[in-house]
């Protein structure tokens, strides 16, 4: 016989922090790998703003261009990650059957969802970081709390997190990757990213600012640009699209 303890370490299932931490690790290395990914989430929202903030192309009003533009081009990083990128991933992670698989691992389901949170504000860190040094070399001069920035960027992550994943958990995989970039460019066009509100007619705005990216969008230009205190009304749009997306996901994702 066996004496107990020869055989060591012994075999059985890892912490669950521990494997959440592994699965986060592992999901942002997948998503740094990924080349199309990179170009949406990274490439595209450091091109628009060097190149709107160098070119005048659109009319941003009074000020700087660059102080109207990286508080957007920051809102539609999260965009870009958050919704548009997940989605895609997630939908054909669902149609390849790599969900149904890790569904089956020890992992539970709520703690995958917790990685590629995870990995979503690793890569959104990121892009925080290159847009700021971006907008700097532009001669941007940001003002505000810069906790009330973080809060707003977390929730505009969830909201866009919880939208993506309802998207991918419940749509074909093709049809995900053609709604999820229909949608980013659309909102790119008319959530206040590019373009100021004003510049719409009177009676698409009420539409405009209930949208998750233009309240992201106009809260984080309120502190960075205007110096303003918290905005509760764009952090309360935010909250509501937070919570139903998140709880709609919850409702009708589909692993298979």
């Known amino acids: 016989m066996t004496a107990t303890g020869t055989f060591t370490p012994a075999p059985g299932t890892a912490p669950l922090p521990r494997m959440i931490v592994a699965q986060t690790v592992l999901e942002t290395r997948l998503l740094l790998r990924n080349g199309e990914q990179l170009l949406l989430t990274v490439i595209i929202p450091a091109l628009l703003l060097w190149l709107f903030s160098a070119v005048r192309i659109v009319d941003t009003g009074e000020g700087e261009r660059v102080a109207f533009l990286a508080p957007g081009v920051l809102a539609l990083a999260v965009l870009a990650t958050a919704f548009t990128g997940q989605a895609i991933a997630t939908g054909f992670e669902r149609r390849y059957g790599v969900l149904k698989r890790l569904g089956a691992s020890p992992l539970p389901r709520w703690a995958l969802m917790t990685a590629k949170t995870g990995s979503v504000l690793a890569i959104e860190?990121?892009?925080?970081?290159?847009?700021?040094?971006?907008?700097?070399?532009?001669?941007?001069?940001?003002?505000?709390?810069?906790?009330?920035?973080?809060?707003?960027?977390?929730?505009?992550?969830?909201?866009?997190?919880?939208?993506?994943?309802l998207m991918a958990g419940t749509l074909r995989a093709e049809a995900t990757l053609?709604?999820?970039?229909?949608?980013?460019?659309?909102?790119?066009?008319?959530?206040?990213v590019l373009v100021p509100l004003d510049t719409f007619p009177e009676g698409v705005r009420p539409v405009l600012e209930a949208l998750p990216i233009t309240a992201l969008a106009e809260g984080l230009r309120d502190v960075l640009r205007d110096g303003a205190?918290?905005?509760?009304?764009?952090l309360g749009v935010l909250a509501v699209w937070a919570v139903l997306g998140l709880a709609a996901a919850a409702r009708f994702f589909r692993w298979e």
């Open 125 to 165: 860190a990121l892009q925080v970081v290159l847009l700021v040094v971006i907008a700097l070399a532009l001669g941007w001069s940001p003002h505000g709390n810069p906790l009330v920035v973080a809060v707003l960027l977390v929730l505009g992550t969830a909201s866009f997190s919880g939208l993506g994943l």
């Open 178 to 192: 053609a709604a999820a970039n229909l949608v980013f460019v659309l909102l790119l066009l008319t959530g206040g």
């Open 229 to 234: 205190g918290t905005p509760w009304p764009e």
